[in-house]
């Protein structure tokens, strides 16, 4: 053994001098360094990504979320379901930071039922604080793949040709009941040119991979929480359009936020129009956002107005489309 020459281990090599990428600014703090690896690792899934390829501009994507009893292991910490919902909270900011003229919608599949989270919108807000009510919900059953990408399909299938049709799938269970056969449904997903994606959170599954081989996607089986978030970071960044999606023109706005005061006397205070789907309180209000073209007054953006149909976006992220 004492003849043996002195080498470093290959599971040692990977952590040799690691720390000497971080260094302190004048105040001793951390922060900036971090902020720029950050940054850096941003730009690289950027470039590197898909190369000189035009990429879709508007994406319309579901998460389905298996909550079934397999999301109480705790190989990821506290479990799989709590961790799962915290890093969906960060790709819903990461998707639309860089897709800000998208939409986005929550699936949860538990008890061989699947029922929507959220609808399809563009306001990020809304589906954060709906994954973390989520935290509290109970893991039971089995899942169903196929009541989960059908309920999906109903809603992918009527968006415009001009859009991307995404579904991207948190799958913990080894398991799926369903109540037809899922490889019909594979079949419909094709046609429809919806893209299906997998996240395994703990082995290959043979549907998952003909699901994914079939419908264009990816399938990846993560190896631990850094490595989960790594593999959402992989969606965050539009796909590669499709050589025979459509080409249109869409009418957009971007209406600037109008502030006056009560004591104004050419103030003429009024609902916002999202509080039609509400059920809370509403209040008149002097300010807001107003519709370039139909004067609908919203109380925040992104939305897609309910009078006219035109996509409001906030005028700061219109350079990022």
Not at 251 to 280: E, I, W
Request: aromatic residues 6%; contains cysteine; proline residues 4%.
């Amino acid at each position: 053994m004492d003849d043996e020459p002195d080498r470093t281990k290959r599971w040692e090599g990977g952590y040799e001098r690691t720390w000497e990428i971080l260094k302190e600014d004048e105040s001793g703090s951390l922060k900036a360094t971090v902020e720029d690896i950050l940054f850096k690792a941003k730009r690289k899934r950027a470039f590197e990504h898909h190369g000189q390829v035009r990429l879709g501009m508007m994406r319309h994507m579901y998460v389905v979320i298996d909550t079934s009893r397999t999301m109480e292991d705790q190989d990821l910490k506290p479990n799989r379901l709590t961790s799962t919902l915290k890093l969906l909270e960060h790709f819903v900011e990461e998707y639309f930071d860089q897709n800000p003229i998208s939409q986005i919608g929550i699936i949860t599949t538990r008890s061989k039922r699947a029922e929507k989270l959220t609808e399809l919108a563009g306001n990020p807000k809304k589906h954060i604080a709906a994954l973390k009510k989520a935290v509290d919900t109970s893991c039971t059953g089995e899942p169903s793949l196929y009541n989960s990408l059908s309920l999906a399909m109903q809603t992918l299938k009527h968006m415009p040709g001009h859009t991307s049709r995404e579904i991207l799938v948190i799958f913990s269970s080894l398991t799926t009941c369903d109540p037809a056969n899922i490889y019909d449904l594979i079949k419909s997903l094709k046609a429809a040119k919806i893209r299906v994606s997998v996240i395994g959170l703990s082995a290959e599954v043979r549907v998952c991979t003909v699901l994914t081989r079939e419908t264009g996607g990816t399938y990846h089986v993560i190896l631990d929480e850094s490595h989960f978030k790594e593999l959402l970071m992989y969606y965050v960044v539009p796909p590669p359009a499709s050589s025979s999606s459509e080409c249109s023109l869409i009418r957009m706005g971007f209406p600037q936020h109008v502030t006056a005061s009560a004591s104004d006397q050419d103030a003429k205070p009024s609902f916002s129009m999202a509080h039609l789907d509400s059920n809370g309180d509403v209040c008149l209000t002097v300010g807001g956002y107003f519709c370039p073209q139909c004067r609908a007054k919203y109380a925040e953006l992104p939305v897609e107005c309910k009078v006219c149909a035109v996509a409001k976006k906030c005028i700061t992220r219109r350079w990022k489309s």
